[in-house]
């Protein structure tokens, strides 16, 4: 069986999993790392199954390993550094997203999960590429460099909040670190994701959809409300390009 040649990271995500299938689809032999590892990827190999994925190359093709972005080195197992010793290219899509969010939770999800995963990509001899999944809003901070001093960070957080603030703060320290260490970078800032641009399949139902489905008028019936959910998500979908 040959080695894994990418490490996916945040591949249990809604845009981790599609962009696992494909990876699969083209034949490629994938890592991926989550917490807990091996015993926790289970659905991730179900869903890759039932949306088209061979069994086999699920079975022989898809490498998974435990890591943790937050941790230096990824927090990885001996065993599961030397699985990964031909990855070439890191593809970063973990991030934290959640009402409430502290200052330190997304900090630790979206600042130092930007940053563990761009050293330990450093250190691959024949690394060809890392990319990092930014944010919407994120990547306007021209003239900024990691770290933060502590009175921007500050302003920063208490203008965005934690999650678009850490988001930025992230970017920040990727576009800065990566040149330093030699590391070719390729930076995705998403637009709003709603669901599949086909199908309007969605794993997560929070930010936009709620919005929609609190915005529509309570005088409808709760059929006609239903209803007209679906039909705004489906306006709402990115359409592919004709």
Not at 81 to 100: I, Q, T, W
Not at 110 to 127: F, K, Q, S, T, Y
Not at 184 to 197: E, F, Q, Y
Request: hydrophobic share 45%.
């Amino acid at each position: 069986m040959s080695s894994p040649g990418i490490l996916v990271l945040g591949a249990s995500g809604f845009i981790g999993r599609w962009y696992v299938l494909e990876l699969l689809t083209r034949g490629e032999h994938v890592a991926v790392g989550l917490r807990g590892g091996a015993a926790r990827d289970g659905d991730l190999r179900s869903w890759l199954t039932a949306r088209g994925a061979a069994p086999d190359a699920v079975a022989e093709r898809l490498t998974t390993v435990a890591a943790d972005i937050t941790r230096p080195g990824l927090a990885l197992p001996a065993a599961d550094e030397h699985r990964l010793e031909g990855v070439r290219d890191v593809v970063n899509l973990a991030a934290r997203y959640a009402f409430g969010l502290t200052r330190d939770e997304a900090r630790a999800a979206n600042v130092d999960g930007a940053i563990h995963p761009l050293h330990w990509a450093a250190g691959r001899p024949e690394l060809r590429r890392l990319v990092h999944l930014s944010g919407y809003r994120v990547g306007r901070s021209t003239g900024q460099h990691h770290p933060l001093p502590a009175a921007d960070a500050d302003r920063l957080y208490r203008e965005l909040g934690a999650y678009e603030a850490s988001k930025t703060e992230g970017d920040i320290a990727v576009r800065t670190l990566a040149p330093r260490l030699g590391v070719p970078l390729t930076v995705v800032n998403p637009g709003a994701v709603i669901g599949h641009s086909r199908t309007g399949e969605a794993g997560q139902h929070l930010g936009l959809a709620t919005l929609v489905e609190q915005l529509w008028p309570r005088s409808f019936t709760r059929a006609r409300r239903h209803e007209g959910f679906g039909w705004a998500v489906r306006f709402l979908m990115i359409r592919p390009a004709v």
